[in-house]
């Protein structure tokens, strides 16, 4: 069982699909235009780059959220295939444009600028979104208070918040490099609805959460309470910001 398949992704995409939105309108989408959406999810910007009558093909690692995504409507319009994102087997340049929403930030990079150098056309488009590191981030910082900071791995997905490491990943391959900077509000009804997404829904958090033992998944769910209700309104809904860049390059 991946990462992924655990907790509910969809509920992730729900909140994420402007982003998405975004993701697709920074790429050609119209009538003819073979696109990739790579680590598509449950395949809310493949659809919607489809409904816009792009011949669309998503690639996700994850069967799971592939078996959502073609059971919504309009499913039967795209090409789901199961594969990594850095190694999708699909056929060289066979791509107008390719697009990821918060998807090829968690693969690692070498190999990711690699894989969308080679399946784009010359002159093809990319378009992708990813986190920014944010100093107040309910998600994040109790993670690091009950656990630790993360240990120092090569790659991480907030790198592709940083714009000289955006830049310095593709200049190779990619020109027309332009980062766009955006700003999600993370919204819920309660706090309860919030801690739930925590507990139950995200698979990043669930995943962390399953790894630890009784006690010490006590104390991080108990961090993630607190840092949640600073946020929470006297209506009782919990509301934050998130920062986000949408990137946009093209294929030498």
Same mark, same amino acid.
């Given at each position: 069982?991946?990462?992924?398949? #655990?907790?509910?992704?969809?509920?992730?995409?729900?909140?994420?699909?402007?982003?998405?939105? *975004?993701?697709?309108?920074? #790429?050609?989408?119209?009538?003819?235009?073979?696109?990739?959406?790579?680590?598509?999810? @449950?395949?809310?910007?493949?659809?919607?780059?489809?409904?816009? &009558?792009?011949?669309?093909?998503?690639?996700?690692? @994850?069967?799971?959220?592939?078996?959502?995504?073609?059971?919504?409507?309009?499913?039967?319009?795209?090409?789901?295939?199961?594969?990594?994102?850095?190694?999708?087997?699909?056929?060289?340049?066979?791509?107008?444009?390719?697009?990821?929403?918060?998807?090829?930030?968690?693969?690692?990079? @070498?190999?990711?600028?690699?894989?969308?150098?080679?399946?784009?056309?010359? &002159?093809?488009?990319?378009? =992708?979104?990813?986190?920014?590191?944010?100093?107040?981030?309910?998600?994040?910082?109790?993670?690091?208070?009950?656990?630790?900071?993360?240990?120092?791995?090569?790659?991480?997905?907030?790198?592709?918040? #940083?714009? *000289?490491?955006?830049?310095?990943?593709?200049?190779? *391959? =990619?020109?027309? #490099?332009?980062?766009?900077?955006?700003?999600?509000?993370?919204?819920?009804?309660?706090?309860?609805?919030?801690?739930?997404?925590? @507990?139950?829904?995200?698979?990043?958090?669930?995943?962390?959460?399953?790894?630890?033992? *009784?006690?010490?998944?006590?104390?991080?769910?108990?961090?993630?309470?607190?840092?949640?209700?600073?946020?929470?309104?006297?209506?009782?809904?919990?509301?934050?910001?998130?920062?986000?860049?949408?990137?946009?390059?093209?294929?030498?």
């Amino acid at each position: 069982m991946s990462t992924w398949s #655990v907790g509910r992704y969809e509920a992730v995409a729900g909140y994420i699909a402007p982003i998405a939105a *975004e993701v697709v309108a920074a #790429v050609p989408t119209g009538p003819g235009t073979a696109l990739v959406d790579l680590a598509c999810g @449950t395949g809310n910007a493949a659809l919607r780059a489809a409904g816009l &009558g792009a011949q669309v093909t998503g690639v996700d690692i @994850t069967p799971e959220l592939l078996a959502i995504a073609a059971a919504k409507p309009g499913g039967d319009t795209v090409d789901w295939v199961a594969a990594d994102a850095s190694a999708t087997g699909l056929p060289d340049a066979a791509f107008d444009a390719a697009i990821s929403n918060m998807g090829i930030i968690f693969v690692e990079p @070498t190999a990711m600028v690699a894989e969308l150098a080679r399946v784009l056309k010359p &002159g093809g488009a990319l378009g =992708f979104s990813a986190w920014v590191r944010a100093g107040d981030n309910p998600f994040f910082t109790p993670i690091v208070e009950v656990l630790g900071p993360p240990a120092t791995a090569p790659y991480s997905p907030e790198q592709w918040g #940083v714009p *000289e490491l955006v830049h310095a990943r593709l200049k190779a *391959e =990619f020109a027309d #490099v332009a980062i766009q900077n955006g700003v999600l509000t993370w919204r819920f009804g309660s706090l309860d609805d919030a801690v739930r997404f925590i @507990t139950d829904e995200s698979p990043v958090h669930v995943s962390t959460l399953a790894a630890l033992d *009784e006690a010490t998944r006590a104390r991080l769910v108990t961090a993630f309470t607190a840092a949640l209700a600073a946020h929470q309104s006297p209506d009782g809904t919990v509301a934050f910001d998130a920062p986000y860049a949408v990137i946009t390059a093209h294929r030498r």
